[in-house]
């Protein structure tokens, strides 16, 4: 392997990231999912990086999902697009934060037809208009959170407190970086790194002390491809490619997954624990499975969050491992620990932040 | 080099720039030729000995910088300053071969044992075939179409030569290496030249190559340092995937870099292929748009050596012709 290749390679594939001022638009289903992920994103943004992060309580689905299963039509998610461009345009924003890869994917296509075709663009205006009585200005830049967490990621080393890195070894933590197949499989030139060797991921496990595994089936989906998932016959096929992943990998012995997508944790975390009770098979060291993070909830520890406040008891593979490596401490008898005196239920230390 | 020499026995006083150390392009760093597996040392001391001619001054190492028309003359200045007049031009740039790594998906330059059909004639050329790590490959696979027939790196057309090439070099490997199995992916097999098919025929009877239709879609890297391919078998419609020790891509062909500084300076045409463009593809393919200027060979579109030398013949017959029409 030659990394000199690689770097040739990223160099080509940089893109702007607005430097503040951001208007973030939340995924559908990652609050379900990793909940502690957005929480943590904006915890870090606003207090860590003194960055003005702004939230639309009106803001809706992009309906990327049901428009890449075929339920949603082009147009209807265009103008539904078109609405969360008003919003952002209503509260004085400029620039575009998607926390979903697949909004992040339909974002950049809708922008990128309208480039192309502009009477699309100037009927979807009217839509909206006639619909909602609604006008807007498009983003002046689009960048997915991670984008963002990229662009920051030196900062972040410089408040870490904790590395990746195995403090029992003193070698980084090996990583298998998962990237989401809307981040860049669609248009290469909007992602870090561009398709074949993104580095969205792999810039933030570099910088934070990581080291990138580069394994066979790295450009394989996670299994979340949507109509493998969402159509319950299908479901076989997912965990099929979930399967075929971790396979691959295995060799490789690596001690983490990380990602960027609402879905591919999701699976490579829940697909591993299934894996085991179908077959009895785990793909981590020491009969344990391979942890699997979004870059959210890596860059929290990495910051010194408590994982729990992150949200890490959600995980179905054990994240254990990971933190002990790193030298986090934790309280195993907090982990499912939902009571606190007052009587309240406690969600997660990073609520209201 | 060709054409060079035509001139000068019809006799005329010919300059010929070559942007190189050495003249002879591409053949020089070939090792056999197809489809018969000459030596191509020997067409490359054909044509050197055809440029020996006290009428032809040869400069190497050097471009032409600066291009100016005059009514029926032409004056040509190189890197170094010294200026050439000239009352016919023919361009000669020839081709460059596809730069493989702009297929991000093969690896090349990023994986160790991708390499291209170029860096393997290298290794013919030296008399050994290995991996990086010095060790002869058991297993080694084609890529057809690297760069050609490819709408996502700009270029439709067919490079028409890395075909049969692909089936010459597989066959050379399994000369070097008896032992190995060879794979060749390809969309189609374009055999289109005296003696191509019988050459195809020969690799898959006598040599056992393995010829699979279907578009290699992705390498990586095993723990193993193995090359790992993911293809679609079009014929047994299913997918593949299997192991390499060596995957060899087959670069296609583009305009040379050298054409277009040509074109930008002079502002000669050039077509949708990016190639300059004949003034007529059937009736006027040496001719450019511009009066005194011509072509010849791989700089108007691929072309195999035959056919370059053709051109390069019909070039300077054009030139004969056009000397005779303006003095007369």
């Known amino acids: 392997m030659k990394l000199e290749g690689k770097k040739a390679i990223w160099s080509e594939y940089q893109k702007e990231i607005a430097d503040d001022r951001y208007f973030y638009v939340r995924s559908c289903v990652r609050q379900n999912f990793f909940p502690g992920s957005e929480t943590a994103f904006l915890k870090i943004m606003r207090k860590e990086l003194e960055k003005d992060v702004y939230e639309h309580p009106c803001h809706t689905t992009c309906t990327g999902i049901g428009y890449h299963g075929d339920i949603v039509p082009v147009e209807t998610a265009m103008t539904v697009v078109a609405r969360q461009f008003s919003l952002m345009t209503e509260a004085g924003y400029e620039n575009l934060v998607p926390s979903c890869i697949t909004s992040f994917g339909l974002y950049t296509e809708i922008l990128d037809t309208w480039h192309h075709f502009p009477e699309v663009e100037e009927k979807i205006r009217k839509q909206l208009k006639k619909a909602t009585g609604r006008e807007f200005s498009k983003p002046k830049n689009l960048a997915h959170a991670s984008d963002v967490i990229y662009k920051f990621r030196k900062e972040i080393s410089t408040k870490a407190k904790f590395k990746l890195i195995n403090k029992n070894t003193g070698e980084p933590l090996k990583v298998v970086d998962h990237i989401g197949c809307h981040y860049a499989k669609m248009f290469p030139s909007k992602g870090i790194g561009g398709a074949e060797y993104p580095y969205v991921l792999g810039g933030m496990v570099e910088e934070w002390g990581g080291k990138v595994i580069d394994y066979p089936e790295r450009r394989h989906c996670c299994g979340f491809g949507f109509r493998q998932y969402l159509v319950q016959a299908n479901r076989g096929f997912s965990i099929a490619c979930s399967k075929e992943k971790f396979e691959s990998m295995r060799p490789f012995k690596p001690d983490m997954i990380i990602t960027n997508c609402p879905g591919c944790p999701m699976f490579l975390d829940r697909w591993q624990y299934v894996i085991n009770e179908m077959e009895g098979r785990r793909y981590g060291q020491n009969g344990e499975g391979i942890p699997v993070f979004t870059y959210e909830e890596v860059a929290g520890l990495v910051l010194g969050y408590d994982p729990w406040d992150l949200g890490l008891q959600m995980h179905q593979t054990d994240c254990e491992p990971v933190l002990d490596k790193m030298g986090i401490e934790y309280d195993p008898d907090e982990k499912y620990n939902t009571s606190i005196p007052d009587g309240k239920v406690k969600i997660s230390g990073l609520v209201n932040v | ?328």
């Open chain 2, 1 to 328: 080099m060709e054409a060079a020499g035509q001139l000068a026995k019809e006799g005329f006083e010919v300059s010929l720039v070559e942007k190189d150390k050495e003249t002879g392009g591409h053949i020089k760093d070939w090792y056999k030729l197809f489809p018969d597996r000459r030596n191509s040392s020997e067409v490359r001391d054909y044509l050197e000995k055809k440029v020996s001619s006290k009428s032809i001054r040869i400069l190497t190492g050097t471009s032409i910088e600066k291009i100016i028309s005059n009514k029926e003359s032409f004056s040509l200045v190189t890197q170094d300053g010294t200026e050439l007049k000239a009352d016919a031009v023919i361009v000669a740039t020839g081709f460059d071969l596809f730069k493989s790594a702009r297929k991000e998906e093969y690896g090349y330059g990023i994986y160790d044992n991708v390499i291209t059909s170029a860096d393997l004639e290298a290794m013919f050329r030296k008399g050994k075939i290995t991996m990086s790590d010095g060790m002869p490959p058991k297993t080694v696979g084609f890529v057809h179409c690297v760069g050609s027939r490819d709408e996502k790196a700009g270029n439709f057309y067919c490079s028409k030569l890395c075909c049969v090439t692909a089936v010459k070099q597989a066959i050379e490997v399994r000369e070097h290496l008896p032992e190995s199995k060879v794979f060749s992916f390809y969309m189609d097999m374009r055999m289109g030249g005296a003696y191509y098919e019988e050459l195809y025929r020969e690799a898959q009877e006598v040599w056992g190559i393995n010829f699979i239709r279907g578009k290699v879609s992705e390498a990586s890297e095993s723990i193993n340092n193995k090359i790992v391919i993911k293809v679609e078998d079009t014929l047994a419609g299913r997918p593949l995937k299997m192991e390499l020790d060596l995957l060899v891509l087959m670069a296609g062909m583009e305009m040379s870099e050298g054409g277009n500084k040509i074109a930008e300076l002079s502002g000669l045409k050039k077509g949708e292929n990016r190639f300059f463009a004949p003034l007529d593809h059937h009736i006027a393919n040496n001719l450019s748009s511009m009066k005194g200027v011509f072509y010849a060979g791989t700089c108007t579109a691929p072309m195999n050596i035959t056919e370059t030398i053709s051109h390069a013949r019909s070039a300077v017959s054009e030139v004969v012709n056009y000397f005779n029409n303006t003095n007369s």
